[in-house]
């Protein structure tokens, strides 16, 4: 099929149906079918023929040239367009358009992409009789033509729980590390939650990814940059990486309990603040050892206790979290938290027993701990609500006498060893001892004096009652007997004292009943006993006195009680946990009962102390 040139060749734009229909290359009638417009062709060069189809000859042209023996270059005006070469014929001319162009006058621009300008590198795009490459990933230039590289040697500086720092090379070749304008760093979560790009400078070679959630996965690619004028970037292949955000540290950290073998720590996890947290890691060690002894959790639990520890020793104990079930998770650990300085309990002083028991003090004797360094021990006593307290520090210590006890009461003793440490001092676990003293009336005790030399006080019995003191009449005294005037007392403990006076001008005899149960001196249900050359009453429940003549009885009121507790605070120190032992004393509240007795006999009364 002839087409629009038939004795030339046809120039059109190859991309337009039209103008592949008019040269030729498929029946126009296929192009009507298509629904398509024709397009213009125009023929590039006929030798002796003229015309948009070349059919005519130049004897035919608009303006032949007459003959003349003088030729007219017609090409002298230019007028071929857009760099088209003009050929001139006998004073004709011929436009041979340049590619991309056609027309008479090649003043028609065909398509720049024609020629595939971009190559594989790009995407060509036409606008304005001009082009514009979009550069494929790795290339960057006009037409493509350059080759893009990344950075290298991506690594992570640092993780926080809610940051990552990174760094990478520029690129290793000069002429690719001026072609970059900066970086592009995109990080993206696992999940896709969350994804965000930020822009770095050439200049800079490190970056510090912020607003992070705690304990989750992130990937991170690095691409090189050029900038262009139409905001179309061209980026390099990136480096990538893969890291995850550490969790948050655990809330609450504490020591609860602590023994000679074995230290108790807790802590606490929030449901929300803490829900990337898969384990929790609590270690343990002493200083100067190489290994922690360290054990993993589930995230649910929330108390631990170490065991077969060595007493009086100082250990170092931190816990921290992790995210994260396997490497292919990439697990990430918590930061510690502030590491807790704990010295285990020295061991306590063993086999406590009593040595001798009196009516106001108690001697007590132990065997010191059989390891540890042992500067002292603290020595308590309780009874009811009351505790007092003696510190010796004499670490070589093994027996003790408490004394200013009260006769017939039960008490408790405890003993406890003291060890010196650079938090203060640490107390073993107290050993106690229920002991009763004896009553006023008991068997003789033996004190010892500093000289260590025995004093033995023997307890006198009370007298049955009071001497009565007679004065006799002139007549009733003997003539020339002489009797001195004394006084007779008898105090609390049964102790007789006498004072003797100058002689009176009247002599006075003392005459002493004889004492002896048979006058049933006791009253109120008494019962006489008899003890020596004396006797004494048991009184039934409710009667006191010498001879059971006062009725007693217990009237209730409020009263406040006086006692101490020893607390240990913590307290920072340069970074270590020491503990401060502070004796506090406390008031509290209680019912007492005053006992109110009253004598048989009309106006004799007795009242006491208020007791428990």
Not at 8 to 22: E, K, T, V, Y
Not at 69 to 74: C, H, I, P, Q, R
Request: proline letters at 8%; hydrophobic letters at 30%; aromatic letters at 8%.
């Amino acid at each position: 099929m002839l087409g629009l040139c038939p004795h030339g060749r046809c120039q059109g734009h190859l991309l337009s149906p039209g103008a592949m229909a008019a040269c030729g290359y498929f029946p126009m009638l296929l192009l009507f079918a298509l629904g398509l417009a024709a397009g213009r062709a125009s023929c590039r060069l006929c030798l002796s023929l003229w015309g948009p189809s070349c059919a005519l000859g130049l004897e035919q042209a608009p303006h032949p040239a007459p003959p003349s023996s003088l030729e007219v270059d017609a090409c002298e005006s230019s007028p071929c367009q857009n760099g088209g070469d003009c050929k001139s014929f006998g004073g004709s001319y011929l436009c041979v358009c340049p590619e991309g162009f056609f027309g008479y006058h090649c003043e028609i621009a065909s398509d720049p992409c024609f020629s595939s300008p971009c190559g594989s590198r790009g995407y060509c795009l036409a606008s304005n009789g001009s082009h514009s490459c979009t550069c494929k990933v790795s290339y960057t230039g006009k037409n493509c033509e350059k080759e893009l590289l990344p950075p290298t040697s991506l690594k992570v500086e640092r993780v926080e729980d809610t940051g990552v720092l990174i760094s990478w090379h520029p690129p290793e070749d000069a002429v690719a590390r001026q072609l970059i304008d900066g970086y592009a760093v995109t990080y993206v979560s696992f999940d896709g939650s969350y994804r965000r790009t930020d822009f770095v400078d050439r200049s800079r070679s490190a970056h510090q990814l912020r607003a992070l959630a705690s304990g989750r996965a992130y990937n991170i690619s690095v691409f090189s940059v050029k900038r262009n004028v139409n905001n179309k970037n061209d980026i390099s292949r990136p480096v990538m990486l893969t890291t995850r955000t550490r969790p948050r540290p655990v809330e609450g950290f504490e020591i609860t309990n602590v023994t000679a073998s074995a230290i108790t720590v807790q802590w606490a996890l929030h449901r929300l603040k803490h829900s990337t947290v898969s384990r929790v890691r609590v270690s343990i060690r002493q200083p100067g050892e190489l290994e922690d002894r360290t054990v993993e959790l589930n995230s649910s639990v929330a108390k631990y206790t170490f065991l077969d520890l060595q007493p009086g020793e100082r250990y170092i104990v931190h816990v921290t979290t992790l995210s994260g079930l396997g490497t292919e998770d990439h697990p990430s650990e918590s930061l510690a938290s502030a590491p807790f300085h704990v010295w285990t309990r020295p061991l306590p002083p063993r086999n406590l027993t009593t040595s001798r028991v009196g009516a106001t003090s108690v001697s007590v004797v132990w065997e010191p701990p059989p390891a540890g360094t042992v500067e002292g021990y603290i020595i308590n006593v309780t009874a009811a609500q009351s505790v007092k307290s003696r510190y010796v520090p004499n670490g070589k210590l093994a027996a003790y006498t408490v004394r200013d006890l009260l006769p017939a009461q039960r008490y408790r003793l405890s003993v406890t060893a003291v060890q010196n440490t650079e938090q203060g001092q640490v107390h073993s676990e107290p050993i106690h001892l229920y002991v009763s003293t004896l009553p006023r009336d008991g068997p003789a005790e033996r004190r010892w004096s500093q000289g260590g030399h025995a004093r033995v006080l023997r307890a006198r019995l009370p007298p049955a009652f009071l001497p009565e003191l007679r004065l006799l009449a002139d007549h009733d005294a003997q003539p020339g007997c002489s009797v001195p005037r004394f006084t007779e007392l008898v105090d609390g403990r049964g102790r007789i004292s006498a004072r003797f006076s100058p002689s009176p001008d009247k002599p006075v005899t003392a005459q002493t009943p004889k004492s002896s149960c048979s006058a049933k001196p006791c009253r109120n249900g008494g019962t006489c006993v008899r003890g020596g050359r004396s006797y004494r009453c048991r009184c039934a429940p409710g009667f006191k006195g010498r001879h059971c003549e006062l009725a007693c009885k217990k009237v209730p009121l409020s009263c406040t009680r006086l006692y101490s507790e020893t607390k240990s605070f913590p307290v920072w120190e340069g970074g270590i946990c020491r503990y401060l032992y502070r004796r506090v004393y406390k008031v509290h509240q209680d019912l007492c009962y005053r006992e109110s007795c009253e004598g048989s006999l009309k106006g004799h009364h007795k009242a006491s102390s208020p007791g428990p």
